[in-house]
């Protein structure tokens, strides 16, 4: 499903998989962050309202929680920024440490 912003000059469209690629760059900009690679991020839209899970990997010596809780600010942001949507969650699960 894709996000669909309508105003009085007509219609933008950003497709699931281009909101995903924001997700990914969003949470990798935080230090100490990877995306895996695997069943990675799952964006949800519905009625222009967002809610994203993404799996990290996080670097050995690195606060977790502090990691997440970053990533999520980051995703919220550059979704809110970018997207013009509004986000209701962003669900982040440390799977791995490296």
Do not use: F, K, N
């Amino acid at each position: 499903m894709s996000v669909v912003v309508h105003d009085e000059r007509g219609t933008i469209t950003v497709p699931a998989a281009t909101v995903a690629a924001l997700v990914r760059g969003a949470a990798e900009a935080v230090p100490g962050a990877r995306v895996r690679r695997r069943r990675h991020i799952e964006v949800q839209i519905d009625d222009g309202r967002v809610r994203v899970s993404v799996e990290l990997a996080a670097r050995y010596g690195t606060t977790l929680p502090d990691v997440a809780r970053a990533v999520q600010e980051r995703v919220q942001d550059a979704l809110e920024t970018m997207c013009g949507v509004a986000v209701d969650t962003v669900d982040v699960a440390i799977e791995e440490v490296e």
